[in-house]
């Protein structure tokens, strides 16, 4: 059974940057995509970027791309999301999910999958 986790949130003032990290194990996660997914309050859940474990695919969600950067640590099933430039509407949960498919761009896109495993998400606070 495939796990998350996700950690790295915190406050940081506008125009800072923050890493968060998502541990992921478990088996079969070879057929997985590794994504970060943000819900600002009031709104619905956005694709913010998705890394497809067997071969490194990356893809991001629309206005995503630039500011956020998502990477592998190596060997490990850590996958990183970087920030940069940060702005108060960037306050959102972020969570960490193992969606069930081989597409990175599906990753991002696509709605829930009874197969997807999601964090229980970490809080990031853009404010001065």
């Known amino acids: 059974q495939v796990h998350v986790a996700e950690s790295g949130g915190g406050l940081v003032q506008p125009g800072g940057s923050l890493k968060l990290s998502c541990a992921a194990s478990g088996a079969g996660l070879d057929s997985y995509a590794i994504g970060w997914f943000r819900q600002a309050p009031g709104k619905e859940r956005e694709g913010v970027a998705c890394l497809v474990i067997v071969d490194g695919t990356r893809a991001y969600g629309d206005s995503m791309r630039g500011r956020f950067t998502i990477s592998r640590d190596g060997a490990k099933n850590t996958i990183h999301l970087q920030m940069t430039n940060l702005k108060p509407e960037d306050t959102a949960v972020y969570y960490c999910?193992?969606?069930?498919?081989?597409?990175?761009?599906?990753?991002?896109?696509?709605?829930?999958?009874?197969?997807?495993?999601w964090g229980q998400g970490t809080p990031v606070t853009v404010s001065p």
């Open positions: 999910a193992a969606i069930y498919s081989l597409s990175a761009y599906v990753c991002v896109h696509r709605g829930e999958n009874h197969l997807d495993v």
